[in-house]
């Protein structure tokens, strides 16, 4: 009897303690959708306090710290403004003052992970700043990127918060983790810099890309701002990462008042006010079309080269071919001649950009990219692929191809030539008959992307490994196997051949992968997902015909020497994802077995091509024929679990094991 009755008592107990479970948790769950609807009224519902107060300090505390969408309570009634229920909240329920939650900036839609002090900053919810600083929060506290709540305040443009969190003792100085200062994130407003600076807030302070304040003001067009931080004793001549000080900043982004009140504030040389002049009348004419106003900045850097001893532009850059072989104007009458042709204009904007900052300048790389897809606009396509190939081949020298410019790079012009070579094919004697992609520059853009593939493999082999880094190694894969499909379909001669083959034996050498599922080339050459896409073209011009399976690639690379029986991740090979129905190509399965591909091989799944040939309906390969005893007896050991370790040759151990699944 007494055990039956001590087991009725653990029953009861149980329950008991199930029943609080379930009440606590209806009661976090109220108090989330009170917080939520608290808009007009500023407390609790008098039923839900009461609630509240009938447990446990400990228990209330477990109470308010349950979320919803990744915000509790307490973090919420800060967001709203609701100064009451964030007191009520942190004294009477012991809400964690600094218990994160995720935050949406309105201004650019940014998510963040920040305490309920930095919430309140941002929303501008001043009498509930007051109030957590009163209660001990931690006005320094760092948001996900390293951002302070004053700093964050700054970029809100919300002063009176500012004043009071630097009252109360904020650290002005505290940039967040890409070292942008609370300075820089004022520069829309006169007044908060005007405050900043009052507070010893440093106008030199730099972030990651070395900019500083004044840049950031240049870049946004504040003029005011701007003299107020050179008033100051912000450094006109401190340069940027690219190189760019204040006069350079202002003619990139084409910030005309800027401009002149920096030639009157600052004591320039007439080399560089003629630079400047010739720099700022690019901007004109590639950003904002203005024609007239590109002439006449110019027509004065002539004026300023010719004011006393000529001053020569330097230094001399080299003409290229993607500019025409082009030069600069040096003369009134060069200048007049290109004045009513507007690429001639363009170019010369190019070469300025290119003299003045350099061919490596991200200023100047992007110009060439802009440039390239507005003849592509024009159907002027040989044009945007010298352009393209040049900034292609310079990305690669400075960044290599694991920089996710390179990539896009590579992506845009190895999809342009595919789409070229599609309207070729097409038309046949129509109007795209002339522009099949040059062998010459399908082979050039191939040998820049494997000049130092090996190298990027083993960086991105280091630890940390980056995911991003990966992920463009892999893309630049794809784009490599479309380019052996557009060699193979643009070359002429035996040179053009043989070329192909000497350049696609030494990276089928190399043994590369994909970075993330560990293909290599001819995995990728045989699946119907290996796709390139670009940015520079809009979803409608890509091709709706995929370049793979192909067959051209996949004999090309055999003859190479790629390894029929390689593995990727999934212990795929390259058969299995042949033999997969919506990759089948009838000639190309044939092709993998006539080199001596494996029927019964499996992948780390167990699936085998053998059962996805055999059910595909329209095959017609007569199978057995690639099934060798040694492939059957080898199954059929994997398959119940025969011990052969020690009992075979060991030649014919690893044959064993790779049927393995």
């Given at each position: 009897m007494g055990k039956y009755s001590t087991?009725?008592?653990?029953?009861?107990?149980?329950?008991?303690?199930?029943?609080?479970?379930?009440?606590?948790?209806?009661?976090?769950?109220?108090?989330?959708?009170?917080?939520?609807?608290?808009?007009?009224?500023?407390?609790?519902?008098?039923?839900?306090?009461?609630?509240?107060?009938?447990?446990?300090?400990?228990?209330?505390k477990e109470v308010v710290k349950r979320t919803s969408e990744?915000?509790?309570?307490?973090?919420?009634?800060?967001?709203?403004?609701?100064?009451?229920?964030?007191?009520?909240?942190?004294?009477?329920?012991?809400?964690?003052?600094?218990?994160?939650?995720?935050?949406?900036?309105?201004?650019?839609?940014?998510?963040?992970?920040?305490?309920?002090?930095?919430?309140?900053?941002?929303?501008?919810?001043?009498?509930?700043?007051?109030?957590?600083?009163?209660?001990?929060?931690?006005?320094?506290?760092?948001?996900?990127?390293?951002?302070?709540?004053?700093?964050?305040?700054?970029?809100?443009?919300?002063?009176?918060?500012?004043?009071?969190?630097?009252?109360?003792?904020?650290?002005?100085?505290?940039p967040n983790y890409n070292g942008g200062t609370c300075l820089i994130n004022s520069v829309q407003s006169v007044s908060l810099c005007t405050y900043l600076i009052g507070k010893g807030a440093d106008v030199n302070a730099r972030d990651i890309q070395d900019k500083t304040a004044l840049h950031y003001a240049i870049q946004e067009h504040r003029l005011e701002t701007t003299q107020l931080l050179l008033e100051h004793g912000a450094d006109p001549f401190a340069k940027s990462r690219y190189g760019d000080?204040?006069?350079?900043?202002?003619?990139?982004?084409?910030?005309?008042?800027?401009?002149?009140?920096?030639?009157?504030?600052?004591?320039?040389?007439?080399?560089?006010?003629?630079?400047?002049?010739?720099?700022?009348?690019?901007?004109?004419?590639?950003?904002?079309?203005?024609?007239?106003?590109?002439?006449?900045?110019w027509r004065m850097a002539h004026h300023i080269r010719h004011r006393e001893e000529y001053i020569p532009k330097r230094p001399a850059v080299q003409t290229r071919a993607a500019?025409?072989?082009a030069v600069e104007f040096t003369t009134i009458a060069e200048l007049d001649n290109i004045a009513a042709d507007v690429d001639a204009m363009r170019v010369q904007s190019l070469l300025i950009y290119e003299r003045i900052l350099g061919i490596e300048h991200k200023d100047t790389l992007f110009r060439l990219m802009y440039r390239g897809a507005s003849y592509a606009d024009a159907h002027r396509f040989q044009r945007c692929i010298d352009l393209w190939l040049l900034a292609l081949q310079v990305r690669v020298q400075k960044y290599s191809i694991l920089y996710s410019d390179t990539c896009l790079t590579a992506q845009a012009i190895v999809r342009l030539m595919l789409d070229l070579l599609e309207k070729y094919n097409e038309a046949q004697g129509n109007e795209f008959v002339d522009l099949r992609p040059r062998f010459e520059d399908v082979y050039a853009v191939f040998t820049i992307l494997t000049a130092n593939i090996k190298e990027a493999l083993r960086l991105i082999s280091i630890r940390p490994v980056h995911r991003k880094q990966q992920e463009n190694f892999d893309r630049i894969l794809k784009c490599l196997t479309h380019l052996m499909h557009l060699m193979l379909a643009t070359a002429k001669t035996p040179e053009d051949h043989a070329a192909i083959y000497r350049s696609v034996r030494e990276i089928v050498a190399s043994k590369i992968r994909s970075a993330i599922t560990s293909d290599t080339l001819l995995h990728l050459s045989l699946s119907r997902l290996n796709v390139i896409k670009s940015g520079y073209f809009s979803d409608d011009t890509h091709s709706s015909r995929p370049t793979f399976p192909s067959l051209g690639v996949v004999r090309l690379l055999l003859d190479c020497g790629a390894d029929v029986g390689a593995k990727n991740e999934s212990k795929s090979t390259p058969l299995i994802i042949a033999a997969l129905p919506y990759n089948y190509e009838r000639d190309v399965v044939y092709m993998l077995l006539e080199a001596g591909a494996d029927l019964d091989e499996p992948n780390s799944n167990d699936d085998r091509p053998l059962i996805h040939i055999a059910l595909n309906p329209i095959n017609d390969i007569p199978l057995m024929k690639y099934m060798s005893l040694k492939c059957l007896c080898s199954t059929i050991i994997a398959r119940f679990g025969i011990p052969y370790r020690n009992q075979i040759p060991r030649t014919l151990e690893e044959f064993v094991k790779r049927h393995e699944a």
């Open positions: 087991h009725a008592g653990s029953s009861t107990s149980s329950s008991k303690q199930s029943n609080q479970h379930r009440e606590l948790e209806q009661l976090g769950i109220d108090l989330l959708q009170e917080c939520k609807k608290c808009i007009d009224v500023n407390r609790l519902s008098r039923n839900l306090r009461e609630r509240l107060e009938r447990l446990p300090r400990k228990m209330r990744g915000c509790s309570p307490l973090f919420i009634a800060c967001r709203r403004g609701n100064v009451e229920i964030t007191e009520y909240l942190i004294t009477v329920c012991a809400a964690n003052s600094e218990q994160k939650g995720m935050y949406e900036v309105p201004e650019d839609r940014s998510v963040h992970c920040v305490t309920p002090l930095w919430c309140a900053c941002v929303s501008g919810k001043l009498p509930v700043v007051k109030c957590l600083v009163r209660l001990g929060s931690n006005i320094n506290a760092l948001s996900d990127t390293g951002s302070t709540p004053l700093r964050s305040a700054c970029f809100m443009t919300h002063i009176d918060i500012v004043q009071f969190l630097v009252e109360n003792g904020a650290d002005i100085r505290k000080d204040a006069l350079q900043t202002a003619c990139l982004k084409g910030a005309h008042l800027i401009f002149d009140y920096l030639k009157i504030y600052v004591r320039y040389s007439y080399e560089q006010l003629a630079d400047a002049h010739e720099l700022i009348g690019s901007t004109f004419i590639d950003d904002l079309n203005e024609t007239r106003v590109a002439m006449l900045h500019y025409g072989h």
